[in-house]
């Protein structure tokens, strides 16, 4: 008898996943396209674009105003001239859905105009969610605390869709998620995008491996110009001296958030965090300022007073000079007070 059920379930459960529709949460116009792209239609326009999530694997798109697809980490990217009205979505298993745009107030969509279509996977939501809901919210209870582990596919895909929908406790969870299957790029999308919403206390909160892999990928020194030593060289040396202070910085944060992870027990941040000293340490702060001096600052000798006059007068030359005396370039302390007193500010 258990095998009749058996089979006639495997029989019946493809013409159920058949049965169901992809359903839209929302559609709707998020700003223009900016810097995302520069695809452009048939007649040369730039198109709209349309960010389609949360992703997932096997989705097709058709339209005769589809000018390209991309397949992102966490949405579909789907490029569309300007003037489409319609769009279709097609994943096996499913029901095609055809989107209208006008049904969601956009008659077509506009040149240059970026969208947001968030898609609810009805299957999913209506016949898991609820089942899974207790170890769901166990998990999101843990916050940084918890510890990734092997889950459901159906589990994973709810939290990720709950993440990708703003849901805090479930932006931390993917990270943690994430780190345990060494997808360490993922987790700090995960990190950076909790940080963009304001909450930077979470590198605090955060376990000694992720903290560890965030620290990593603080420093960019292929980011900085590289000093040629050219005598007009003034602009070139002046980007060199300023990139050169921002990645003594970074080198110092990722060197402080490395020892922080080795006290939270992750031992293989303690020497990375003495490998990002030293470089932070070899960035000399007086070489940088006489750059600076040689080719910003006029050194003039008047009634036998050794002052700086005749200097470029600019607030990034004044910043980058209080950098400077902040990591004990006394030269630069010398200008710092010299500025000051010549502008009448208290040092």
């Known amino acids: 008898m258990a095998s009749i059920f058996l089979i006639a379930f495997l029989l019946l459960f493809p013409s159920h996943v058949s049965s169901q529709e992809l359903q839209v949460q929302t559609f709707k116009q998020v700003g223009t396209v900016g810097g995302k792209s520069n695809i452009k239609d048939m007649n040369g326009n730039p198109c709209a674009l349309i960010i389609i999530s949360p992703f997932q694997n096997g989705f097709e798109f058709e339209n005769t ?15 569309m001239a300007q003037g489409a009205k319609r769009l279709r979505i097609k994943k096996t298993g499913y029901l095609p859905k055809d989107i209208v745009f006008a049904d969601y107030g956009i008659n077509t969509l506009s040149s240059a105009c970026c969208y947001e279509l968030r898609i609810v996977d009805m299957f999913a939501s209506s016949n898991f969610e609820i089942v899974d809901r207790q170890s769901i919210d166990d998990i999101y209870s843990q916050k940084w605390n918890y510890k990734g582990e092997k889950l459901s596919p159906v589990v994973k895909m709810i939290i990720n869709r709950e993440a990708l929908g703003g849901k805090k406790e479930a932006q931390i969870a993917m990270a943690n998620i994430c780190i345990f299957e060494k997808e360490y790029k993922l987790a700090l999308k995960w990190v950076d995008q909790i940080i963009e919403e304001g909450d930077s206390m979470c590198l605090k909160e955060m376990n000694g491996e992720l903290l560890y892999h965030y620290a990593l990928n603080i420093p960019h020194p292929e980011m900085y110009e590289e000093y040629d030593g050219r005598e007009d060289g003034r602009d070139a040396s002046l980007a060199f001296i300023i990139g050169q202070t921002l990645l003594k910085e970074d080198y110092d944060r990722a060197s402080k958030y490395c020892l922080i992870a080795y006290k939270k027990g ?77 502008l009448g500010v208290d040092n």
């Open 65 to 79: 105003f589809i000018s390209k697809v991309e397949a992102k980490d966490t949405a579909y990217w789907v490029y």
């Open 266 to 342: 992750y031992d293989d941040a303690f020497m990375k965090s003495s490998e990002f000293k030293n470089l932070s340490n070899d960035i000399s702060p007086d070489y940088l300022f006489s750059l600076m001096e040689k080719s910003f600052l006029l050194k003039s000798v008047i009634m036998n007073t050794s002052h700086y006059f005749g200097f470029y007068l600019s607030p990034i030359i004044y910043i980058v000079s209080r950098k400077l005396a902040e990591y004990g370039c006394d030269p630069a302390r010398k200008l710092v007070a010299e500025f000051n007193e010549l």
